[in-house]
C-alpha cells in the first residue's frame, strides 16, 4: 500500500531487526534551523534512534526519536532546551503501540471499514499522543498519522472499527489532545460511503 505520508521513512529505523521503541519522543520547531540543531542535540545527548527529522508545512520542523523511556526523556529535554523560543511542541511517550509506527506511513489494510475517526490538531505531537491514546483504549486500527505535510502545519489521526469502539477511542485521543491545548476538530463517521475509501488508503 502507497503511503499517503510518502516520503516519510519513519519506520524504517524503527524496524532495525524487527524491534520496535519502547518509547518515542518529538520536538517540534517553527525553525528548520533551529529544528536542525535541536536533532543533532538530541542524538548527542542520550542512545536513540532517529526515526525521522525532517522540514512540514508551514516551515516548521519535526525531529522522532525512539528508544529506551530513559534515553527517550533525556533527548527530548536536551532538543527541548536547544529549541527555545521556536518550540512549538514536543512529546514523550512510554510503551508506544505499535500501530502508531505503522500508522505514520499508513501502511495498516483497513479491512471492512464499519466506522471512521479523525481527530485534526494544531501540532504534529497533539496526533501523535491522540493516536496512541486512541488505539491504547478501543479495539481500532489506525489507518494514517498525517505529520502535518501539505496541511498548513496542521496533523491528524485517522482510524476505524466498530461505531462503539471508534467513539471510545476517539473520546481518549480528543482528551489527549484538549490536555496538550491543541485540538482542532474531530469527526465520527458511521457506514462511511464505499466511494471515500479509495481517498483514505
Do not use: W
Not at 505503522?102 to 489494510?109: L, Y
Not at 479495539?139 to 489521526?157: D, P, Y
Not at 467513539?167 to 481518549?172: G, L, M, Q, T
Amino acid at each position: 500500500m502507497n503511503s499517503m505520508n510518502h516520503p516519510d521513512p519513519t519506520t524504517e529505523a524503527a524496524r532495525v531487526k524487527d524491534v520496535y521503541p519502547q518509547a518515542i519522543g518529538c520536538i517540534e520547531t517553527s525553525s528548520i534551523a533551529r529544528g536542525l540543531e535541536s536533532a543533532d542535540a538530541m542524538l548527542k545527548a542520550a542512545q536513540v534512534t532517529l526515526l525521522t527529522a525532517t522540514p512540514v508545512c508551514p516551515g516548521k520542523y519535526i525531529v522522532l526519536v525512539g528508544g529506551h523511556v530513559a534515553e527517550v526523556t533525556a533527548a527530548v529535554a536536551a532538543g527541548e532546551a536547544v529549541a527555545a523560543d521556536t518550540l512549538v511542541d514536543r512529546l514523550v511517550i512510554p510503551n508506544i503501540h505499535p500501530q502508531v509506527l505503522q500508522a505514520f506511513t499508513a501502511t495498516t489494510d483497513p479491512g471492512d471499514i464499519k466506522a471512521l475517526g479523525m481527530i485534526e490538531t494544531f501540532s504534529v505531537a497533539a496526533a501523535i499522543i491522540a493516536g496512541d491514546e486512541a488505539v491504547k483504549a478501543a479495539q481500532v486500527n489506525l489507518l494514517e498519522i498525517r505529520l502535518a505535510r501539505a496541511m498548513g502545519g496542521k496533523a491528524f489521526t485517522l482510524l476505524t472499527g466498530e461505531v462503539s469502539a471508534v467513539r471510545a477511542a476517539c473520546d481518549a485521543g480528543i482528551r489527549a489532545a484538549k490536555t496538550q491545548g491543541l485540538l482542532l476538530g474531530f469527526t465520527i463517521i458511521p457506514s462511511p460511503h464505499p466511494d471515500l475509501i479509495p481517498s483514505l488508503v
